[in-house]
């Protein structure tokens, strides 16, 4: 990727796993007040499967979406990248103890 010309802007590499025992990596500019679910909204069509299931609530609530961002469990409506550095590592996480008892798997909206 060309290095921006605006100073306030970022160039984030996104490294996850691609399911298929490799790392899938891809750069990207970060905006202002950016999620890492938007940077997963960004790149939905070229994400591994692990993470095309991600059926986020959009408010930080159920962890029907938990991830792991650098190695620290998180939720991608929750964290954002003003605080993490230029590499953000994402791997799939573990739902909250307890939910897969409340979880209404009647829609099938949950992956």
């Given at each position: 990727m060309?290095?921006?010309?605006?100073?306030?802007?970022?160039?984030?590499?996104?490294?996850?796993?691609?399911?298929?025992?490799?790392?899938?990596e891809?750069?990207?500019?970060e905006?202002?007040?950016?999620?890492?679910?938007?940077?997963?909204?960004?790149?939905?069509?070229?994400?591994?499967l692990?993470?095309?299931?991600?059926s986020?609530?959009?408010?930080?609530?159920?962890n029907?979406?938990?991830?792991l961002?650098?190695?620290q469990?998180?939720v991608?409506?929750?964290?954002?990248?003003?605080?993490?550095?230029?590499?953000i590592?994402?791997?799939?996480?573990?739902?909250?103890?307890?939910?897969?008892?409340?979880?209404?798997?009647?829609?099938?909206?949950?992956g």
């Amino acid at each position: 990727m060309n290095a921006p010309t605006d100073p306030t802007l970022r160039v984030l590499t996104i490294r996850m796993p691609d399911g298929l025992g490799g790392v899938f990596e891809h750069e990207l500019l970060e905006t202002q007040d950016m999620s890492v679910l938007t940077i997963l909204r960004q790149l939905w069509g070229a994400l591994p499967l692990p993470f095309r299931n991600i059926s986020p609530c959009h408010s930080g609530a159920c962890n029907t979406c938990g991830i792991l961002v650098n190695g620290q469990p998180g939720v991608p409506c929750s964290v954002f990248t003003r605080n993490l550095g230029p590499i953000i590592e994402i791997a799939p996480g573990e739902h909250a103890r307890g939910w897969d008892a409340l979880r209404d798997d009647s829609r099938k909206v949950h992956g």
